[in-house]
């Protein structure tokens, strides 16, 4: 989404390179998003969106997230050489 004619012609009169933008860059009216109901604190919004699942622990588990980074649960204290 592109700022308004509104935005713009603010932005145009503004000196130095700093514009106060009065209207959202991104749809944010009906986006469910959990990140977007903390950023404009909705209570409301935030127990509905921000939903936390957790599932049982059975077995050790790690998970790549990419770039060199890795996610690893364990149930019992492990001792990792790298």
Request: hydrophobic share 40%.
């Amino acid at each position: 989404m592109l700022p308004d004619e509104q935005n713009i012609i603010a932005c145009t009169l503004t000196e130095g390179h700093w514009c106060q933008l009065q209207t959202a860059m991104h749809p944010v009216v009906r986006v469910n998003w959990c990140i977007m109901s903390m950023f404009k604190n909705d209570d409301q919004a935030i127990q509905q969106n921000c939903k936390v699942q957790m599932r049982r622990q059975t077995t050790n588990s790690m998970h790549h997230m990419g770039d060199h980074l890795w996610a690893i649960t364990t149930l019992n204290l492990i001792k990792l050489c790298i």
